[in-house]
């Protein structure tokens, strides 16, 4: 049995799986298990930033591997110790502790515990369109994917996105956070614009709650920046991070002010911090450092936005891009297109029923750039 009939026959169908079978990547490219190549769009859900396969972290997971694979947080770690600290540094100021755990979910879970340990209140308010997640504390502060799961955590409530005074309407006593993605990417590469960020800042401060900023998938240069927050000066009193973090390997961290005081105990996690993750975090954020890839990303992401929006194909209602966070809506359903962008050796993802999310590898090259460009044109046509 090949790699599709055994997961077929094995893996609990949860995925709506797309029929290719991924054995090797190089940079932004990805081959199947018939030597076919695809130009990578999707870069494991915005995971790949620093391209697959990369060299510099391979190394340092080969490296670590050889003297300390696990080493939970109850003993201290040299390696952890090094990630930590370069996390507070490439963060926005007045972060300054982290706490680290294996995936995206898992910094929103523990980023609520956080702030309802810090505030003593329960409720949270979020964004219509927000993803943080799909376990069950994150889901809550979730507006898509949760009707099967009710009841979820009670006290949170949704508003729309850029609409302050809706926002400050939610906001109330027992407030204990307001979580927002600078670019909501599930909720279709929506930006949050930044009057509504430092108004949700200022809200945040006078009301008593703090401001879990989730750069789950904008963070690591996606947008231009290392951070999408810095775009505007945005300072959070959490940070939630993971996906292009550690170059693919699963990690996740919050980054914290030192308003957050969850007490020891509180919050804990076996594999969160384990040093070979930290390795290789440690490989892939200074690989973005001497690579200047959130330049490298702001750069390639106007040249798509220029040559493609020349000439929109008819079909086009919008396109939406910050950096290589790129969103192109639809006047029609995105799937067929998809699967014809499939067709023709480009592998891109949907952000709702109408939007087409490419998030591509950041070292992606212009040439590249102009193939996709080229094969949407085909396909939207
Ligand atoms: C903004 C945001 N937050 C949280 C998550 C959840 O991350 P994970 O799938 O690693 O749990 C995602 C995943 O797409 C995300 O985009």
Redesign the pocket.
């Known amino acids: 049995m090949n790699g599709k009939d055994l997961e077929e026959r094995y893996a609990l169908p949860i995925y709506p799986r797309r029929g290719v079978t991924i054995v090797r990547g190089e940079g932004a490219l990805l081959w199947d298990d018939q030597g076919t190549e695809y130009l990578d769009c999707a870069a494991g859900?915005?995971v790949a930033n620093i391209g697959h396969a990369n060299p510099a972290v391979a190394a340092a997971l080969a490296h670590q591997a050889e003297s300390l694979i696990t080493c939970p947080g109850i003993f201290f770690n040299d390696t952890r110790g090094r990630l930590m600290k370069k996390l507070v540094e490439v963060t926005p100021p007045g972060l300054e502790r982290v706490f680290l755990c294996n995936?995206?979910?898992?910094?929103?879970e523990a980023a609520i515990k956080f702030a309802r340990k810090t505030t003593g209140r329960n409720g949270l308010v979020t964004a219509m369109r927000g993803?943080?997640?799909?376990t069950l504390g994150?889901l809550s502060a979730t507006f898509k994917y949760r009707d099967a799961f009710e009841p979820l955590l009670p006290n949170c409530s949704f508003v729309p996105l850029n609409n302050i005074d809706k926002l400050d309407a939610a906001i109330d006593d027992n407030t204990a956070a307001v979580i927002l993605?600078p670019v909501q990417?599930?909720g279709g590469v929506r930006p949050a614009n930044a009057d509504y960020l430092a108004g949700a800042r200022q809200l945040c401060d006078a009301r008593g709650a703090l401001l879990i900023i989730?750069e789950?998938?904008t963070g690591f240069c996606r947008t231009g920046a290392f951070f999408a927050c810095q775009h505007h000066d945005l300072l959070p009193d959490m940070l939630?991070l993971?996906?292009g973090i550690a170059g693919g390997v699963p990690m996740?961290a919050v980054v914290c002010s030192a308003r957050i005081d969850p007490g020891i105990g509180t919050h804990g996690s076996t594999f969160g911090g384990n040093p070979l993750a930290c390795a290789a975090a440690l490989a892939a954020i200074e690989f973005m450092q001497t690579q200047q890839l959130a330049e490298q990303a702001r750069v390639r992401g106007d040249y798509f936005a220029s040559q493609f929006n020349a000439h929109l194909p008819e079909r086009v209602r919008d396109v939406r891009q910050i950096g290589l966070m790129i969103g192109i809506e639809l006047k029609e359903k995105a799937t067929p297109y998809l699967q014809a962008l499939l067709n023709q050796g480009i592998l891109a993802l949907p952000a709702g029923p109408t939007v087409i999310r490419l998030l591509p590898p950041l070292v992606i090259t212009e040439a590249q750039l102009d193939t996709v460009i080229e094969k949407l044109r085909l396909v939207l046509t």
């Open positions: 859900v915005g995936s995206g979910t898992e910094s929103t993803f943080h997640g799909r994150a993605e990417g599930e989730d789950v998938q939630c993971a996906k996740g």
